[in-house]
């Protein structure tokens, strides 16, 4: 049996895939999580072959959960599960370790099949999307990355000063280099321009 844990925040996707897994007679799915840190916790509980995840979620997005059983390390391969059909997102995938990314609208039975492929040390990705991710590289670092995603949900620099542990004026730095990087006008447009290519 392949042993599986699924993450997913939304709970009527979350109930979908495990039912939809569990159809099949050679997987198990041994643990259910709507949140990154709540996954990683099974994850090292349960030590699963495979972990099907999606990438926004709540507490820890699902590359940060890849890089954390990278890191552990665990026996556990990872495979994004995500509406994100953008080069940058898998780039950052795979660096962080994930084995597998795959779009929600793929067919159901592309699933199974995928999870199987990783479980024998495989990878799978989809050709076009892995010839768009090393077309365009992503220019940021993982600080100012950071940064400008709390400033585009709307954090201020002392907000995100005081959440991260640095002076205004470095926040404001990482921002200026964000901005300047991406061609933008300003740190709004800076994050939306990152997250249309997937490197926030």
Avoid at 29 to 48: M, T
Avoid at 122 to 138: H, K, N, Q, T
Avoid at 182 to 200: D, S
Wanted: glycine share 8%; aromatic share 4%.
């Amino acid at each position: 049996m392949i042993r599986v844990v699924v993450a997913e925040d939304q709970k009527m996707v979350l109930g979908a895939l495990a039912a939809l897994l569990e159809i099949e007679g050679d997987i198990e799915v041994v643990g259910r999580a709507q949140d990154g840190l709540a996954a990683l916790a099974i994850c090292r509980e349960q030590r699963p072959d495979v972990l099907l995840t999606d990438i926004e979620m709540p507490h820890m997005t699902g590359l940060e959960l890849a890089a954390a059983i990278k890191r552990d390390p665990l026996p556990t391969r990872v495979i994004i599960l995500t509406t994100f059909a953008r080069g940058g997102y898998l780039r950052r995938a795979l660096e962080s370790g994930a084995s597998g990314y795959l779009l929600k609208d793929s067919p159901a039975e592309h699933l199974a099949n995928a999870i199987r492929r990783v479980k024998a040390g495989g990878r799978v990705v989809d050709p076009e999307l892995a010839a768009e991710a090393w077309s365009e590289p992503d220019p940021l670092t993982d600080r100012e990355r950071q940064v400008l995603r709390m400033a585009g949900e709307g954090d201020t620099s002392a907000e995100i000063a005081s959440t991260l542990h640095l002076s205004e004026g470095t926040v404001r730095n990482y921002l200026s280099e964000a901005i300047s990087k991406l061609g933008a006008g300003n740190r709004v447009e800076a994050a939306r321009i990152a997250r249309e290519k997937g490197w926030l």
